[in-house]
């Protein structure tokens, strides 16, 4: 390395980083950083005048009381510094602080001896290689320094600081005293002091650094580890972020894009309107304007004959302009046209239903534990929610009692076809906006709406079976009908037809439910398929069928990245992860806990546990997502009734129905049986 490179390392490392010059009288803070002197003690003085008592290390900012002294002087002082700032001063030609060791005369060193290790001045020099013993050693100009001679010049021995012991070299390790001596003070001051050769003292205290060294290494990494993970997890929120703000700018696109539509729609309506009541107008005006035209002809016409006044001319027309005045006079007058009041109004503000959740709970991580009580039967539902690394976050405790309770029915009633009777109920849903229920009426051949406390509210009439029903995030309803065509279609919540949605892809479509960002997952008996497609219908994203099984799928449904099918026939629910990739099986043919007999309809609810319909088993049972038996729902409507579909209304209840009893229940969600371990 070139001697003028390393000379501006060296000044870079002896830097005060408080002043940014070369460090001057360089103290050692415990936190091992060194600055000069002058510096800390001017830091400790701005401290004092804000009324603080301590200072930071402008380094690692670690904090250390200011001394009772005002002054760092007494701190210990950096010898690797100090020996870096001796040589520095050799380079730099405007400070000479070295003097010669081997005069008494206070002159400046121009050479370096490496075997007398000592500084000598140029008339020292001259004597030293004049003399047959010291003549042949090794020196070096100071002006003319290398790179090799400069990290001699470090690494060079320390000089005892004692008088007259300044020529005598620190090579002993006084134990007792804990100092660096020469042979002189060894002699002199430490005398029967337990001593050790400088360079053995320093083999056994660097074995106890090195550790210590590698012990804050190992630490290093850990922290590093911490770092790099922390740092995922910045770089994972960002994410999280920008996906879900660009979710929310998607939704509020596409809402504006439907927003749009309807505009259009209602434009043309608009113009529909007026292009027929302009029609109106103008045939009551055209006809107003051809009989008033007649009256002034005739008019015209009589008026002349009055004037020119000639008697044969009177005699001959009167008869004529008299009879054509009573034509006119008794023609029947158009009835004045007036166009029906006109108004626009708008059934439901807009009402954004979006929101902004932050939590740390990972619902994935929350299951309540049951606590029974063997006196009165009671028990307590304690729930702790978790975050990811299975940290607690909360704890609610609630007490209940054992057993459930049917809290209402929509309606009970025979079969029939008037408003609010069924023939063959074949699905059910509930609006997320407006806790609308919509019912499948099968036989009837049209879907019946009700409010969410149960009361009618409208059909809408199909000219085929209703197979299934579900309402999209924008409250419109969308159905599987039979028939050979068309079986997709689609219905506002008012009940006005849409559109028909593409379902090319379908061969004998069973069940609909509809996930997030409006993909349709559908359930196919004729392909034993379960396939999810597009919201438009046009593109199947995927289908998934269950290994070495050729029973169909009844209904599915997908949350958190997770398919659940029910399978009647082969009495399980199967799960597949978000590719369709088979993953298990829930429960097996039985009447037990966690055993079905024709399992159907599925629904998860806002505690994320699944609920399965156990058909012939009359009853609902309760499943955490992983698969465990968590508690069942039977007895009372469940004596008589097969419950064939659940959905949940916004408050968390419970809507279930069957085919065979033409009534719907409604339950609260909160009644389920725990099974006692």
């Known amino acids: 390395m070139d001697v003028q490179q390393l000379f501006k390392i060296l000044k870079k490392e002896a830097e005060c980083p408080l002043c940014l010059d070369t460090v001057q009288n360089p103290k050692t803070l415990p936190c091992l950083h060194s600055f000069c002197l002058e510096c800390l003690d001017k830091l400790a003085n701005f401290a004092r005048r804000q009324l603080q008592t301590s200072i930071k290390c402008p380094v690692c900012q670690a904090s250390f009381s200011i001394p009772d002294t005002n002054t760092f002087a007494n701190f210990p002082s950096s010898f690797h510094l100090n020996r870096l700032v001796d040589v520095l001063a050799l380079h730099d030609s405007t400070v000479q602080v070295q003097k010669c060791n081997s005069c008494d005369e206070n002159n400046l060193a121009t050479s370096y001896c490496f075997v007398c290790q000592n500084f000598m001045c140029e008339s020292c020099l001259q004597s030293h290689q004049r003399l047959k013993a010291t003549r042949d050693h090794r020196h070096v100009l100071i002006n003319k320094l290398q790179a090799q001679d400069v990290q001699e010049l470090i690494e060079r021995p320390i000089m005892c600081s004692q008088k007259y012991h300044k020529d005598q070299p620190l090579e002993f390790y006084c134990q007792d005293c804990k100092v660096l001596i020469c042979h002189k003070c060894s002699v002199v001051s430490h005398n029967r002091h337990n001593m050790t050769d400088t360079h053995q003292a320093a083999q056994e205290q660097k074995i106890q650094m090195a550790e210590a060294v590698a012990k804050l290494k190992a630490e290093v990494l850990l922290y590093e580890n911490e ?14 972020i920008m996906n879900a703000e660009k979710k929310m700018t998607d939704s509020v696109e596409e809402w504006i894009r439907d927003l749009r539509e309807h505009e259009k729609k209602m434009k043309q309506k608009f113009r529909e309107i007026y292009e027929a009541e302009q029609k109106q107008h103008e045939t009551r005006l055209e006809n107003l304007e051809l009989i008033t035209t007649q009256l002034k002809s005739c008019v015209e016409r009589g008026q002349g004959v009055l004037e020119r006044n000639i008697s044969a001319e009177i005699l001959q027309t009167n008869h004529t302009i008299l009879q054509r005045c009573d034509e006119l006079i008794n023609t029947r007058k158009s009835d004045r046209y007036k166009s029906p009041d006109l108004h626009y109004f708008v059934k439901k503000k807009f009402d954004t239903f979006d929101q902004i959740v932050v939590t740390k709970t990972d619902s994935s991580m929350c299951l309540p534990k049951f606590h029974y009580s063997e006196i009165g039967g009671g028990s307590n539902v304690v729930v702790v929610t978790r975050d990811s690394e299975e940290l607690q976050c909360y704890q609610l405790e609630t007490e209940r009692q054992q057993g459930w309770q049917i809290h209402s029915d929509i309606h009970t009633t025979m079969s029939g076809s008037r408003a609010g009777e069924f023939a063959w109920i074949s699905d ?25 406390d149960g009361k009618f509210q409208r059909q809408v009439k199909l000219d085929g079976k209703p197979y299934s029903v579900a309402f999209t995030d924008c409250g419109d309803l969308l159905t599987l009908v039979s028939g050979n065509n068309n079986k997709l279609r689609l219905y506002s919540e008012e009940g006005q037809f849409i559109k028909h949605i593409n379902d090319k892809h379908l061969k004998k479509p069973q069940h609909l439910s509809i996930a997030s960002e409006g993909v349709l997952i559908i359930t196919d008996h004729a392909s034993n398929e379960v396939k999810v497609l597009s919201p438009d219908g046009n593109d199947q994203l995927q289908s998934m069928t269950a290994p070495n099984c050729d029973k169909y799928p009844d209904c599915a449904v997908y949350h958190q990245n997770t398919f659940y099918v029910s399978y009647p026939e082969d009495h399980c629910i199967k799960v597949f992860d978000k590719t369709g990739v088979y993953i298990q099986d829930i429960g097996c043919k039985g009447s037990s806990y966690g055993q079905f007999d024709c399992p159907r309809g599925l629904v998860i609810n806002k505690k994320n546990e699944l609920i399965v319909c156990d058909a012939t088993n009359r009853r609902l049972q309760l499943f955490t997502l992983s698969g465990k038996f968590w508690g069942t729902l039977q007895g009372g409507y469940y004596k008589h009734g097969s419950p064939w579909y659940a959905a949940l209304n916004k408050n968390g209840n419970l809507i279930v129905a069957g085919p065979f009893e033409n009534h719907i229940f409604v339950n609260s969600s909160e009644v389920f049986d725990k099974k006692r371990d």
């Open 227 to 240: 770092i790099k993970k922390q740092t995922e997890l910045k770089d994972k929120n960002v994410t999280d």
């Open 428 to 452: 059910i849903a509930v609006s997320d906006r407006t806790g609308t229920i919509a019912v499948a009426d099968g036989d009837n051949k049209r879907i019946q709406l009700f409010s969410s």
